[in-house]
């Protein structure tokens, strides 16, 4: 199994502060199609999961540009230049090379 | 328009079952593996199971595995967890996912 572990489990953050968050896996997300298979999903309260980025650093449609992803290999790391109120939420980075993908989760609280 | 909407979830004994759907649409369900990940009240994202786009692979998290059956019928585009043996621990939101899809989550509640 991977193992994916997300630091810190929690930040309580000012709007205009920045963020940024790690994430270790136990095992080279690069596959041998060349791509890393490492994505960031954000949790608000009561809904389902949004993917954010995709493949380290790949801003899904609509995300805004303050958030950034980047790493390669085991050690990933997103971030957020200045968070806002809507940023509230769990962020869980998510690999896809094998099964379970999850990172516990880092809870953002936006004072 | 992309939808996946769970369905089937409630209230169940310890040591009963129950089966979860997801009905999709707007996409070419057949070509895609799909997931369950259930979320405990309070915690976080677990993975539950996958199956193949054509169903003919499966794998399991081994909290679950010899309990749970995923399944698909391509032809009702539909995903199913037949969950058995339930457990107080198996008490979540059980969402179906073909990440970065995912469904609103149906809630399952084990208790007596």
């Known amino acids: 199994d991977i193992v994916m572990t997300q630091s810190p489990l929690s930040l309580s953050l000012t709007p205009g502060q920045p963020a940024s968050i790690s994430c270790k896996s136990s095992?080279?997300?690069?596959?041998?199609?060349?791509?890393?298979?490492l994505y960031w999903y954000l949790q608000k309260v009561g809904q389902s999961p949004q993917l954010l980025i995709y493949?380290?650093?790949n801003r899904f449609s609509g995300v805004p540009d303050r958030f950034s992803g980047s790493g390669s290999g085991t050690d990933f790391t997103l971030k957020i230049s200045r968070v806002e109120a809507e940023d509230a939420g769990v962020y869980y980075c998510m690999q896809s090379i094998q099964f379970p993908p999850f990172g516990q989760g880092t809870k953002v609280e936006i004072k | 328009e992309v939808q996946l909407l769970e369905s089937g979830g409630g209230l169940v004994q310890p040591g009963g079952s129950l089966r979860l759907s997801c009905a999709t649409s707007g996409f070419t369900f057949s070509s895609y593996a799909m997931n369950w990940v259930r979320q405990a009240p309070g915690k976080g994202l677990e993975w539950v199971s996958v199956i193949s786009g054509s169903g003919g692979k499966t794998y399991y998290a081994d909290s679950v595995k010899g309990r749970f059956t995923i399944s698909r019928d391509n032809s009702k585009n539909t995903l199913y967890l037949q969950m058995n043996s339930l457990r107080a621990e198996d008490t979540a939101v059980y969402y179906c996912?073909?990440?970065?899809?995912w469904g609103q989550g149906t809630l399952v509640t084990v208790s007596s």
């Open positions: 996912a073909n990440p970065p899809l």
């Open positions: 493949e380290v650093s």
């Open positions: 095992q080279s997300l690069l596959h041998s199609d060349g791509k890393t298979y």
